[in-house]
């Protein structure tokens, strides 16, 4: 006979006490006989995540780390994440140490509940593993001097998406928009994928994807966390039948009119599961951190009307310059000085990614702590990039901090640093300023909510996706 609601309560409570006395005994015990970081695990099982996901969901993911290096170490503190021990390191000599420190002491690794979402069971490979062949294949792609032959593909595709997701209207909502381009970016250059529909098709399970990544991993009907475990199935469906369909067409001899991502590891004879794993990573940090780094300059253009003028009159110069209908090419990129420091800027004040996670792979020693074997480390860049020490006034919005020889070493991070620094560093570049030469060009706009909150689940976004009035720029003005 099945037990009541009673009896079964009660036994759910003895064993989340007993869990609790076991992890507390483990804790205790760890901590006396090596010299851990200060801090606090929280919750057996979920450990501070809750906390984590609240300030992030509030617009304020550094205040989980700031009241925590204001209470136990400026420098390194000990948490618990995604059902992780971890250690959170700070600051610019901790941005050093674990830059510089990469493949000696700490190595790739992200947290399961993510690989749950993003990679296909059939393959079990470790983050190292999976990181090492995400930068063989990419550098092809990836390095400026292959993506300058992209810049024309990307500018076109800018002018199109400007004329005919924005023109026709007085009104838009910026976010959803800027999604719609940059993963239509991704899917023509990672894949040759053109039609409307494919693209659609798979943009709509990506939503539920990102919402997931920075969740509590439970996984039940109902939470975040198992939606996005379900959608990432079906984007691995989705994105399985394309590589079927692709492998059918270079069988019959039918190729790409550009050599893309996916062609290129087919010819390499990967696994057609690798292979969408693979795709899967890239279309992710598409879809989500830069469409949300072109957002928030989008906003913050907006709000500094004195920035703006400036980025329209650097864009004006380059424009006059060319024939009509002439496409951009590398050395127009190369003169967008001005705007790359208001872009770095906004990279500043609204990460598209807050941070990273690494592994230890040995005992090491920071700030006077041992980090030991093991254990999952998370760096973040708000630690950095909203400190005064390194940039004076850090709310303040000023790109002039850019100019010159710029920030001091490792206190901007917003692709990370050393041999893991982000690959679509450059991509992402690219991204952004040949879409802000065309915004600024074509339209000054207003908000339409001037004091619009914003999110973070793995980037910001703002929570009424930035609507914003239009006005066309008259030619010749």
């Known amino acids: 006979m099945d037990l009541d609601l009673y009896q079964y309560l009660f036994y759910l409570i003895i064993l989340y006490v007993s869990v609790g ?105 470790s983050s190292v593993e999976e990181s090492a062949k ?8 990836l390095k400026i001097e292959a993506l300058q032959r992209y810049i024309p593909v990307i500018d076109a595709m800018a002018k199109k998406h400007l004329e005919t997701e924005w023109s026709p209207y007085k009104e838009v909502k910026v976010f959803p928009l800027i999604k719609k381009f940059t993963f239509g970016l991704a899917c023509r250059l ?17 939503e539920r994807v990102i919402a997931g990544l920075i969740s509590v991993p439970i996984n039940v009907p109902g939470t975040t966390f198992y939606r996005a475990v379900q959608a990432g199935k079906v984007v691995r469906e989705i994105v399985m039948g394309l590589i079927t ?9 039918i190729k790409p009119d550009q050599m893309d991502v996916m062609t290129s590891m087919l010819h390499d004879d990967l696994d057609a599961v690798d292979i969408c794993n693979k795709l899967g990573a890239f279309f992710v940090a598409s879809f989500d951190t830069t469409s949300s780094a072109i957002t928030f300059i989008i906003k913050s253009l907006a709000e500094y009307p004195h920035v703006y003028q400036r980025v329209y009159e650097e864009q004006m110069e380059i424009l006059k310059a060319k024939k009509e209908g002439e496409p951009l090419n590398w050395e127009d990129v190369k003169k967008m000085k001005y705007t790359w420091c208001t872009a770095s800027e906004v990279l500043r004040l609204y990460p598209p990614s807050i941070g990273a996670f690494r592994e230890a792979k040995t005992d090491f020693s920071y700030g006077g702590y041992t980090i030991p074997k093991g254990w999952k480390i998370f760096w973040n860049a708000h630690t ?38 982000c690959p679509g560093k450059e991509y992402a570049r690219l991204q952004i ?25 793995a980037a910001p976004f703002p929570v009424h996706d930035l609507p914003v009035s239009l006005e066309p720029i008259q030619a010749g003005a």
């Open 384 to 421: 950095t990039h909203k400190n005064p020490k390194y940039f004076p006034d850090p709310e303040k919005f000023d790109p002039s901090r850019f100019e010159g020889s710029g920030p001091p070493p490792y206190t901007f991070v917003p692709f990370g640093g050393g041999p893991y620094m």
């Open 21 to 125: 006395i076991i992890y507390l005994f483990h804790f205790y015990k760890s901590s006396k006989t090596i010299n851990l970081p200060p801090g606090n695990k929280g919750y057996p099982l979920i450990g501070e995540t809750f906390d984590y996901v609240i300030n992030a969901k509030r617009g304020n993911p550094e205040k989980f780390v700031n009241d925590r290096t204001a209470k136990y170490s400026p420098d390194v503190f000990r948490t618990s994440l995604l059902g992780q021990d971890m250690a959170v390191f700070c600051g610019a000599s901790a941005h050093k140490c674990l830059f510089s420190g990469t493949n000696k002491y700490i190595q790739a690794w992200w947290p399961p509940s993510m690989k749950k979402i993003m990679m296909h069971d059939s393959k079990n490979h």
């Open 190 to 206: 990672l894949a040759s994928i053109e039609d409307p529909k494919d693209i659609a098709e798979i943009t709509a399970p990506f």
């Open 245 to 253: 369909k692709r492998k059918k067409e270079l069988e019959m001899n």
């Open 433 to 457: 300023l040949v879409f802000m030469h065309n915004i600024v060009t074509k339209f000054k706009w207003e908000k339409l909510i001037p004091d619009e909150k914003y999110e973070y689940i």
């Open 134 to 141: 995400i930068r063989v294949i990419l550098p092809r792609f």
